[in-house]
């Protein structure tokens, strides 16, 4: 058996000169018949390549110029070769260099020109046409073409580089994984992270930890994933860019990146493409991670044990430690510990932090949000769970373990206990007199239409995403918020129950679920003038003796019955539509009761319960391979989609009428409803809009109507507002032309 046992001195040593960019790969970790370039000549192709030795006169020259070498036989070349514009450099092991002749090579304003000088390059092979000056230490790097390399003090590959890879090496021992402690600083739900690791990965990764055989395959599909041998080169893809850079050691660098006065990288994969190049600024030290394509990371910033996913941005100090970002967020300033963060995520201010949470997308933490604290309690185990669209205001302050539904508004105050709230598109407030927190479902319905809808429209803009591998739904109704809406339904009867029985003094059976919720369901739907006289207070919502109050309970109970109607049609309709099929035929297809059952929030793509058990099933199974093949479920999931999206919605329309069938009378009165409603959306982007036009304290800055206008133009011609009224027309031309 091979004793893979490596040691690494602490010390400073000497070896012999003879050495010096040889021996990459310890010969005991060398395959039989193999030297120690093996792997890199499958990383460089070079065997496809015409190299040649030196010319007796071109080694004459690079004498001349200052070039220095332990043997020349060791550098190889391919034509055009120019050896005037190579001056100043020592070489060591085998070095292989590309084409390179007189001319320029531009990026912006940054002109330098092609070859190489003032470098030491040890065992690396270099592209065609490059420019790689002043570089004081290149080692074991292949470095593609017109690549720009400029005043870099450091930059190498270990033999055990894993580029950011969560994997245990030939010989290693297993202490040095990198892993990721995400949702939980105790680090009881850490994942292995891998090059091409999206949000849903991690998810079922972290969530479903009981599960010891799904835990034992997942590292098995991420250790097949990557290759396991010692000697992996380090890269830099063709048309990158690299100046003014300390330390680089251990990083994969994509085509077309740009790193500019970068301190320190190291263990890296920077997964930039020409067509979502990513670039990174000033100051910043990033370690242990994986970075998508397109994002840029400037200014200061540390992040630690990191996956940024595609179109992401860290900037202004940031710092990004034990999370994984997902795709088209903004972290700015700002610290963020322990988090798993769904696509679509702001953050945006210095005094604001985000530890051990899972939050679910689409939101966004206001200047002093402290999302998070663990100094109140015992242990560093608490954990924050929070559904699309969170949105904590200015100065607020969350304790550990805390859950919300999607679209939760927090108003700024402190909230000093557990928070358990299940109603969705949900107000928040901290009634600071009366000692206990206020609660208005459906705000965002009721009073803040332009957000809510813009927000849905904004993200699905913004993805600038060339390829889309981690599928997000941006619209705020879907399957997700569909549920927590029928359950909020539920729950605003049963209180609303229970507050009419102790105001008039009556006993109640607490334990008789369906009682309370048909006698609030009669008074809401009949009575809501008494409901209004009612102090409705929610059951199990904070963890303190203070009673939670609901507020606005039967204008919440109407709007969210509107949300499911509207939801409900809209899915329908959509889908019949689109695919042809009548309402009757789909009403066939998809049987008397839903059987898609709860849905899963997969790092933005929700998926029904039952094909993630699959999955999950699938893969403990070994009928799933790779990472690759999990990624092809969630793309068929996704191409499934909008008809497991109109199934929902039909069982919702179902479940809110009490009926089994929609008949033809029944569609056309839906579709009458949704018409008002969507008349009423139109309405109240127009007037949620407009107060910051009415409001007289926006105008004390300006001179005039004119100037005001000048600045911020007028309400009647914003854009969005005129994007509303498309959807409208677009939703009501799908509608008519559902087929009974």
Known sequence: MVDYTFRMSNTVTIIPGAKYGYGFIPKESLPKGKDEYYLRNLQSRSVERHWRHLRAGEIELLVKNSNTCDDWDDILVLDPFDPTRIARNSFHGLVRIGAVQDSLLKYHDFTVPEGITGC???SSDIGDHCAIHDCAYISHYIIGDRVI??????????DHAKFGNGIVKEGEDPSVQVTIHVMNEAGGRAVAPFDGMICADAWIWAAYRDDSLLMKRLMELTNQSCDLRRGWYGEVGNGSVLKSCG?????????ASYVKGAHKLKNLTIRSTEQSPTQLGEGIELVNGIIGSGCHVFYGCKAIRFIMGDNTNLKYGARLINSILGDNSTVSCCEVLNNLVFPGHEQHHNNSFLIATLVMGQSNMAAGATVGSNHNSRGNDGEIVAGRGFWPALSSTLKHDSKFA???LLVKGNYPAELNIPLPFCLLSDNMCEHRRELMPAYWWMYNMYALERNSWKYKARDRRKKIVQHVETDYLAPDTAQELLSGLELLQRWTAIAWYA??????????????SSKGFELLSQHPEIVGTLDVFGENLEHTVYPVKILKVAEGWRAYRDMLVYYGVKSVGTWCADSGISLQGFQRECGARDPLGNWLNLGGQLVPEAKVLDLRRAICDKELYSWKDVHEVYDRWWGEYPRDKACNG????RTLLGVETLNADVWNELKSHVARIREYVEEQVFKTKQKDY???FREITYRSLAERNAVLGRVEDNPF???TKHQTQELMAKLEAVVF
Do not use: C
């Open 120 to 122: 030491r390059i040890i």
């Open 149 to 158: 390399l400029h005043r870099i003090d450091e930059m190498q590959t270990t």
């Open 247 to 255: 330390i680089i050691k251990d990083v994969l660098f994509g085509p």
């Open 406 to 408: 999607s679209f939760t």
């Open 503 to 516: 105001s008039n003094g009556e006993a109640y059976d607490a334990s008789d679920a369906a009682g309370l």
């Open 650 to 653: 039909l069982q919702v329309l």
């Open 694 to 696: 009415n409001n007289a």
């Open 721 to 723: 507002i005129e994007e």
